[in-house]
C-alpha cells in the first residue's frame, strides 16, 4: 500500500463547479503540501499544512490528523484551473513523499 | 516565500552527449532537491544538494550519472550524463524554507534522441 493515495486520479468538470481532491496517508507525518503542476512542468506550492484549514482566493485546503486525510477544494472551478493537483507528505525532517496527482480538466 | 529560477526550461539532446541544469534561489537555502518526473509518474527524488559537502543520492542514482554541484547557499546544478532516450524526463529542483513550505523550480523538459 501506498504512504499515500489520493482520489480521484482524474476528474473532468464544468466551469463554475465546485471542486474536491482527497487525499489520505497512512503515516506520521509533521506537514502535508498540496501543489499545483501545469502542463509546462513547473510546479507551485499552493498550501503547506500541519492542522485545520487554510483559504486562498478560491482555493480552501483541509486536514484531518486523526484520520489522516486531507482535501482540497476549489471554489467557482475556471479552465485555468485545469491542471494536475500533487499531495505531498513530509515526516519530521524528511523529505517529501508524493501522491500520484490527481489530473483535472475544467471544461468551459 | 522564494522563487526558483531554473534553467534550460527545456532541451532535446543526442544519445551519449551531457546536459548541465541550473538552479538558482533568490533566498539562502541549507538543502535543495533534485527530482524526476518520468511521463505520467510521480516526482523521484535523486539526490539532496547540502552546500559544502557531497550529495547525497536516493536508491538507483549514482553520482556518475548525476553529478551534482551546490557552490553555495543560493545555486545548484545537476547533469544528466551520457544520456539515452530512457533519461527523457522532467527534471526539477526543489528548496525547503523554514515554515513557508517547499518551493520548485520551473522544470527542464527533456528528449534525448
Known amino acids: 500500500k501506498n504512504e499515500v493515495e489520493q482520489s480521484p486520479q482524474n476528474l473532468t468538470a464544468q466551469e463554475g463547479e465546485f471542486i474536491t481532491i482527497n487525499c489520505s496517508y497512512s503515516v506520521g507525518i509533521s506537514a502535508l503540501h498540496w501543489l499545483q503542476q501545469h502542463p509546462g512542468g513547473g510546479i507551485v506550492s499552493l498550501f503547506m499544512?500541519?492542522?485545520g484549514k487554510k483559504k486562498h482566493g478560491r482555493l480552501i485546503a483541509t486536514i484531518n490528523i486523526q484520520e489522516k486525510h486531507s482535501s482540497l477544494h476549489i471554489t467557482a472551478s475556471h479552465p485555468r484551473d485545469s491542471a494536475v493537483y500533487i499531495c505531498a507528505l513530509r515526516q519530521g525532517a524528511q523529505k517529501l513523499v508524493f501522491g500520484q496527482g490527481t489530473r483535472l480538466t475544467i471544461n468551459p | 516565500s522564494a522563487v526558483i529560477s531554473q534553467k534550460p526550461s527545456r532541451d532535446i539532446c543526442q544519445r551519449g552527449t551531457s546536459l548541465t541544469i541550473q538552479c538558482q534561489v533568490d533566498?539562502?537555502?541549507?538543502?535543495m532537491f533534485w527530482y524526476r518526473q518520468q511521463p505520467g509518474q510521480s516526482l523521484t527524488l535523486i539526490a539532496t544538494?547540502?552546500?559544502?559537502?557531497?550529495?547525497?543520492?536516493e536508491s538507483g542514482f549514482v553520482i556518475d550519472k548525476f553529478p551534482i554541484s551546490r557552490p553555495n547557499l543560493t545555486f545548484s546544478t545537476l547533469t544528466v550524463s551520457n544520456m539515452s532516450p530512457e533519461d527523457s524526463s522532467i527534471y526539477l529542483c526543489?528548496?525547503?524554507?523554514?515554515?513557508?513550505?517547499?518551493?520548485f523550480g520551473q522544470g527542464t523538459r527533456l528528449t534525448v534522441v
Open positions: 544538494a547540502n552546500q559544502g559537502s557531497e550529495a547525497t543520492y
Open positions: 499544512l500541519s492542522s
Open positions: 533566498s539562502q537555502v541549507t538543502m
Open positions: 526543489s528548496a525547503d524554507l523554514a515554515g513557508a513550505g517547499a518551493f
